[in-house]
């Protein structure tokens, strides 16, 4: 089996126990036999961006697939079900969210998914995230390099975590 499609997501918890949370989702991908992960940046922490809640752990996974991205979607889905996301209010605090960043630098848009994730750049920590394992990632749709945007965060607050 030929594991041909590079995608980049990221894991992301700011619900209950959050570090706990978090390193289940990454454990959950990198056990899946259609998933080969090949790095992972370290977990950062930072201000939810969306309705009031505790701040957010996310990192940036690398992985390989021969998925497609909708197969690719339903298996996130099925693995942030079973962590116990809770889909009633959109921008609302969540025990885990794994968004697809990249998928093979694809442009796509149905009502399940668009690809490159939209709103991944305005988010300090997966940007740094996603600089960490691959700092020369170029954004599809906007033909820059992400390292663009990491000026724009200066003064955020957002921390490296140790775990």
């Not at 693995?79 to 889909?87: F, L, P, T």
């Not at 209010?89 to 990249?102: E, L």
Request: charged share 25%; glycine share 4%; net charge positive.
């Amino acid at each position: 089996m030929r594991f041909t499609a590079e995608v980049y997501l990221s894991v992301g918890s700011n619900k209950g126990w959050r570090e706990f949370n978090h390193r289940l989702a990454v454990s959950a991908l990198k056990t899946l036999p259609l998933i080969l992960a090949e790095s992972e940046s370290s977990l950062y922490e930072e201000e939810f961006l969306g309705a009031e809640g505790p701040s957010i752990l996310t990192s940036v996974l690398k992985v390989r697939t021969p998925l497609t991205p909708i197969a690719l979607l339903s298996i996130i889905s099925e693995i942030e079900n079973k962590i116990g996301r809770d889909r009633l209010k959109r921008w609302s605090p969540r025990i885990i969210d794994i968004d697809i960043i990249d998928y093979n630098g694809w442009i796509y848009a149905d009502n399940r998914l668009i690809l490159p994730h939209p709103r991944f750049d305005s988010r300090p920590a997966t940007v740094i995230a996603m600089l960490e394992i691959n700092p020369d990632w170029k954004h599809p749709l906007k033909k820059r390099a992400l390292s663009t945007c990491e000026s724009n965060f200066k003064g955020c607050l957002f921390e490296k975590k140790i775990l």
